[in-house]
Structure formats: C-alpha cells, structure tokens
C-alpha cells in the first residue's frame, strides 16, 4: 500500500522533482497519496503542497532573512491538465477515497517557460547569498549604502550615453558580472534587491515631465526608509561615493513624483512576462 503523506511531505517530495526535472532537462512524474478526509478539501490541499515546494525551494535562505517573493518555478503555473495553458507543472486528481486523495504531478522539465524560471530563480538565489555575505551583519543605514554599492559594482552603466545603453540586468548576467543598463536600470535594480535583504523600500522618485528635464540633475532618486525617517540616494552617483540625504539636504523634490516598478505584470528586471 502506497505511504499516505501530509501535505507539507508531498510538498518537500514535489521540489526534489521539480529540481530532478531541471536537473535532468526532462519531464518527471510524482504520485502522492494524502490525507485528505472530504472532497471539498482537494483544492486547499494541492494550494498547500505546492506553497510547501515553493518554500522548500528558497527554504535556505530564509534562516538569512532574505524576502524572496519573485514567482518560485512552480509559482502560479500550475494548472489542471485539461487547461488551455502551458504549465510548469500540471496536477490531476486521480481519486478521492477512504480519506486519501491521489494526486498526480506533472514537472515539465523539458518546457523553456519552466527552464528559464527554474534558472531565474537560482541565480537570484546566488546572487542574494553573495550580497547577503555583504550586508546581513550591518546596522540599518551602513546596509542600505553597503547595498547601493553592491549593485554599482555589478552593473556597468556608460554615464556619457545613457541613450544607447544595453539593458540587461538579468540575475544571471548580475552573477556572472555581465550586467550593464542605464540609470533607470540601476534604480530598480537597487529597489529589487534592497527590498530582499529587507530594506523599507517599495518605489523610486522619476520626473513629472521628463520631456521637460534637465540633465545636470538626477532622473532617479531611490526612496529609503531608515528607522522611520526617508533619505534618497542617486545611484548614478553611488560610485563616486555620494552617499544617502536626507529631504533637506535635496532640493525641487516637488517635480518629482513616485514611480512604482509593474512587478504584478512583469518579472523584475526582465521583459517577461508574468
């Protein structure tokens, strides 16, 4: 008879297929029996096995504090096998009886949505390791400015021809050293990862009329929250050591207005679409 299981058991059984099936660049099954005492329980149940896989999945981070919220590679892909979509991962409901449901999961290794996804996340992972090493150990204000120079020194940015800048700023080209963008890119980049080593910070300030701005002075400002009190940082400027200000210390913050990054509609720092 075939081991019935908790949802958090299938949950961890279900990442190690997820990574088998990166790993092996081909489609896997999973069958898992779990205790399952009505009918009406099947949806909540399947929720909780894949949150389950998706926190397994960044499980070692979180002992560093790290926020890891971009879309894990299960995410919000999995869909019945009747759906019209392409999925990560598909689950069917083979039977509910005697207080058991079968479920089987369908990892599609082989699909490029999922691929891409699956190395997405792991080079954010990387990344969030190599600068967690950095920041973790330092007071509030010395980690917003220890982050700042981080994303600085790994995203190259011509200041002399921001119009013709090469945008990409991918987690994997941030890892292996290759990123370069112009100075929107380091702004959100800064917003990106100061938000996953838990910074208070969720927009950027950009200009109200920006066909109307004047070059000598920053498009970006990054709004950051230390101890309750808001200070602004111009990442263009972060490697010539120009640190954080306070509102007093800026100036003409009236033709400025908040800028949200569309991550409910694209994955950060990419053209992808969720």
């Known amino acids: 008879m075939a081991e019935i299981l908790q949802a958090t058991e299938a949950g961890k059984e279900l990442a190690k297929t997820v990574a088998e099936a990166y790993d092996a660049n081909e489609n896997k099954e999973l069958i898992v029996n779990v205790k399952c005492l009505q009918e009406q329980q099947v ?70 949505e999922f691929r891409w996804q699956y190395a997405y996340n792991d080079y954010i992972k990387r990344n969030l390791h190599n600068l967690l090493d950095r920041v973790e150990k330092l007071r509030e204000e010395d980690r917003a400015w220890s982050v700042a120079t981080w994303v600085s020194e790994r995203i190259r940015v011509d200041k002399e021809d921001l119009v013709h800048a090469k945008i990409e700023a991918t987690p994997k080209a941030v890892f292996e050293g290759m990123a370069s963008g112009d100075d929107g890119t380091l702004a959100e980049a800064y917003l990106f990862y100061a938000s996953l080593v838990g910074i208070d910070t969720n927009y950027y300030l950009c200009p109200k009329d920006p066909a109307a701005w004047d070059d000598a002075t920053p498009f970006f400002w990054n709004v950051v929250k230390v101890r309750g009190e808001s200070y602004y940082l111009d990442m263009m400027s972060v490697s010539e050591g120009k640190g954080l200000l306070t509102k007093e210390q800026g100036k003409d913050w ?15 720092l990419t053209s992808k679409r969720l």
């Open 43 to 112: 949806n909540r149940i399947i929720f909780e096995i894949v949150l389950e896989a998706k926190l397994e999945e960044v499980r070692e981070l979180i002992p560093r504090k790290a926020m890891f919220f971009p879309r894990p590679s299960l995410g919000s892909l999995v869909y019945s096998e009747d759906s019209n979509r392409k999925s990560a991962c598909s689950v069917e409901v083979v039977r509910v009886q005697d207080g058991v449901v079968e479920l089987h999961f369908i990892i599609h290794g082989e699909e490029e």
């Open 254 to 268: 009236e033709v400025y207005e908040a800028s949200f990054p569309a991550w409910d509609t694209f994955l950060p």
